[in-house]
């Protein structure tokens, strides 16, 4: 009989001391309901609760566990670079070299910052193209997350939509009003938005798959207009590849579409599960952060050894033959199971996929941004799906807003455990709507 009366136990003391039990929001489950389940181990596809049930993980701490959770190889490496120190707060060889790395992936990154988290990388490339273009204001999308920084928490997706804040309190209005948003995929409304705020636009920033609001990809012929448009306006563009980040492909959004951002910011994979993020881009633009330039940015463990060490050894396992067909493989038979399982118990249920990653809704048509997703899409019934797949042993991500993730240790064995899984998903969800 499936039970999670320690994982209840756990985060009823959680909450005594922790803010809502958790450190970060998405975690709490408020958005599916119930009781977040408390992990106590993780291997290759695979997490186990407090209450030893086991479960096919979608997840992967939302990104950085692409080669499998607690890959040997990583382990290795982790611990033998820990061997040698935890933190110094001096320059190392390694960071230059995971820099090298990011850079051969990612040409577009001539000069690159590492930081420690998403949020940071995201936050210092808004200074640095206010800097560069002497202009406030930036553009951001309906349903995009950039991390929490104060200019950010504008129309935000995913966690923030999940808890039912259009904006966060303790934003200055003088700080959001410098934020303008428009929906994704609608040229139109950029256009507009550009021609109301001529000269003012210091960067666009998007998700250029976006992967927090579910998944939405870019259609066809729109990153191309938007390089257009910021490059006629004298505006950077920023492609927050945080989430997509060599995770549908060795490098990211920008290779698949072929297009070249002025910056380009990155976390979750590259730092394989520890804390690590970058920033990066044009030469001429980086080289105005300090010690070169006038803008500020710094980090006591920015390019943390150990973290650093677990994103080369990440990067370098990615690289390796065959690597993205094993993910798209796996991930296109995840999506396909999904429509097909939901179609067989009686639901509209669509999906799309791109590398490792795959988002479904309830809907009878993929959304193209964010506004269609909240008329057409039912997070009611994402709700009681995904309780019902935990009790088959499946954790996907606990909210209806949020992209899914696959590993290179996801393979056929997973496979055949999702096929059944769904199918009984689906059908006690469509009990339950009777
Ligand atoms: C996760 C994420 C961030 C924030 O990264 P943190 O490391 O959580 O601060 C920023 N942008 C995107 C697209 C993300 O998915």
Redesign the pocket.
């Known amino acids: 009989m499936y039970q999670t009366n320690e994982s209840k136990k756990l985060f009823f003391e959680a909450q005594k001391t922790l803010v809502g039990g958790v450190n970060?929001p998405v975690r709490a489950f408020k958005s599916v309901g119930g009781t977040p389940l408390f992990i106590k181990k993780t291997e290759g596809a695979y997490i186990w609760d407090e209450d030893n049930n086991k479960y096919v993980d979608f997840v992967g701490s939302?990104?950085p566990a692409i080669v499998g959770h607690t890959h040997p190889e990583v382990l290795e490496e982790i611990v033998k670079v820990a061997q040698n120190g935890f933190s110094f707060g001096a320059p190392t060889k390694r960071e230059t070299l995971l820099a090298e790395a990011i850079n051969n992936a990612l040409p577009s990154m001539e000069k690159i910052r590492l930081v420690s988290?998403?949020?940071?990388?995201?936050m210092s490339a808004i200074r640095v193209a206010r800097a560069f273009t002497g202009r406030s204001k930036i553009l951001k999308f309906t349903g995009?997350?950039?991390?929490?920084g104060d200019s950010f928490l504008v129309k935000a997706g995913s966690g923030v939509a999940t808890l039912g804040l259009p904006d966060s309190l303790g934003v200055p209005e003088s700080v959001a009003s410098n934020t303008l948003v428009v929906p994704f995929n609608d040229p139109g409304q950029l256009e507009e938005m550009f021609a109301r705020n001529k000269d003012q636009i210091a960067a666009v920033i998007v998700?250029p798959y976006i992967?927090?609001a579910g998944f939405i990809k870019a259609q066809p012929g729109f990153l191309p207009f938007l390089r257009k448009i910021t490059g006629e306006n004298g505006s950077l563009l920023i492609f927050?590849?945080?989430?997509?980040g060599f995770r549908v492909a060795f490098g990211g959004v920008q290779i698949l579409e072929k297009i070249t951002p002025d910056l380009t910011?990155l976390?979750?994979v590259i730092g394989g599960g520890f804390?690590l993020?970058a920033y990066g881009g044009k030469k001429e633009i980086m080289d105005m952060i300090a010690p070169l330039g006038p803008v500020y940015q710094a980090g006591t463990l920015s390019g943390n050894p150990i973290a650093v060490a677990a994103g080369q050894k990440t990067l370098e396992i990615l690289s390796r033959a065959g690597s993205y067909t094993h993910l798209s493989e796996v991930t296109q038979n995840i999506s396909s199971l999904l429509v097909e399982e939901g179609k067989n118990a009686g639901f509209k249920v669509v999906s799309d996929s791109a590398g490792g990653m795959f988002g479904f809704f309830f809907s009878a048509s993929l959304p193209k941004n964010f506004e269609e997703v909240k008329v057409q899409c039912s997070q009611e019934l994402f709700n009681t799906f995904f309780h019902a797949a935990l009790r088959e042993g499946i954790y996907l991500a606990p909210s209806a807003f949020e992209a899914c993730f696959v590993s290179l240790a996801h393979g056929s064995s997973e496979l055949l455990t999702c096929k059944n899984g769904f199918r009984k998903a689906f059908q006690a969800l469509a009990a339950n709507n009777q």
């Open positions: 970060s939302w990104g988290s998403g949020t940071e990388a995201c995009c997350y950039h991390g929490h998700e992967g927090n927050d590849e945080v989430m997509t910011t976390g979750k804390p993020a």
